[in-house]
């Protein structure tokens, strides 16, 4: 059955998931909660009696779980909020879909690595420098040890249509960069591969239609884009593009204040490529152009 559940539906990334779905003809239901508008279905995927009856009354066949935290610096103050949704929620809808029989798709992150030796195969060894990276290594452990057929998607910083310019950390960057009345020093440091979720979008629903053919598809796999790029670069590809000044933008060497970051943990991505899952990575001149064009200042 193409029946797919999308929690976090209403974020960055699940929004994109589940059009990406919706367009390729699968059945689809999209879960969300503070911001359960439209089509999407207000859960709590908190809590079991409401995720069980989700899916007793929808039978998912695929079940790609997009919610979570995912802000570092909020995990660092807010461990044990971060433990409920990330890891407690995440072992709950992983034994749900056992009982099921759907494939669970968890979303993680490259900040499971402490970013030294990169880049990373699926296999590496994963020491997360901050609790946002361990709640999501804790997340893949309660997915993949309650369901040995379930799998999880890891992935770098991600960037895209935005409702706001604080919902992505690539985007929230414009406001400084539009605002020249003031220095704006930007991270020169950490090593990201900003990747836009339009492809992710395409990659999960790759790995689910191929999971729908081979049930051997489970475990770890890696998607990224290739370009490295600082928070720094970043913000001076966004001041070219919009032909913006560049006098305020300063680059900090130094690592970010905060939450500890990885310094490059660059993902391998050869295992999905090594069965055929890939798609045409959108250029980060060419996608953030799209992202930030509705909030451009006149």
Known sequence: MKRVLVTGASGLLGRPVLNEFCNASWDTLGCAYSRAVGVLKKVDIQDEIQVRQVFEDFKPSIVIHAAAERRPDVVEKQEEATKRLNVDATAMISRICAEYGAFMLFISTDYVFDGTSPPYKTDAKPNPLNKYGKSKLDGENAT???????????????????????ESAVSVLFNPVQDTSKPAPMSDYEIRYPTHVRDIAIIIRKLAEKRLEDSSIKGIYHWSADESMTKYTMASTMCEIFDLPTHHIVADKEPSKGAPRPYNAHLDRSRLEGIGITTHSILFKDGI??????FLKK
């Open 289 to 294: 152009k799209e992202c930030l064009k509705p």
């Open 144 to 166: 993949l040890d309650n369901n040995s057929e379930s799998a999880v998607l890891r992935v770098p910083i991600l960037y895209g249509e935005v409702e706001k310019l604080g």
